[in-house]
C-alpha cells in the first residue's frame, strides 16, 4: 500500500478541527467519512463534531481505507469498472455494431 499522506493538503497547527476541517484535511466529503464510520463501526471524534489533532493524523493515515465517495444519485456515471458510463447514443452505436456482426455471422452459414 503506497502512503499518500504526501498528497494531502498541511497540517494547521491547532488543537481542535471541525468535521469540514477534517474532511478536507483527509480529502473525503463528510458523508463518505459517516459511511465509513458506519461500515467499520467506529465513531471518531467527540460526537461528531470536535476532532482532536490525534484523531485527524489517525484518519490521515488510514485515508486509503476510504472507499471513492459515490453520488448516490448517478453513481458517478461510472460503470463497474471504474470508466465513464456510456450515454444513450453511445450504447445505441455498440447495440448496432454488435447486429450487424450477428447478421454477418447467420449470412456466411
Request: aromatic share 10%; with cysteine.
Amino acid at each position: 500500500m503506497t502512503n499518500k499522506t504526501n498528497a494531502l493538503p498541511p497540517l494547521p497547527a491547532k488543537r481542535y478541527f471541525t468535521l469540514l476541517e477534517v474532511c478536507e484535511l483527509v480529502q473525503i466529503s463528510p458523508a463518505q467519512f459517516a459511511e465509513w464510520q458506519n461500515a467499520n463501526g467506529v465513531v471518531i471524534g467527540y460526537g461528531g463534531e470536535f476532532y482532536t489533532r490525534q484523531d485527524v493524523v489517525k484518519l490521515r493515515q488510514l485515508q486509503g481505507t476510504f472507499a471513492p465517495f459515490i453520488d448516490e444519485f448517478n453513481h458517478n456515471a461510472l460503470d463497474a469498472e471504474g470508466k465513464p458510463a456510456a450515454d444513450a447514443q453511445e450504447v445505441r452505436e455498440a447495440l448496432e455494431l454488435m447486429l450487424g456482426n450477428v447478421e454477418k455471422a447467420l449470412a456466411k452459414q
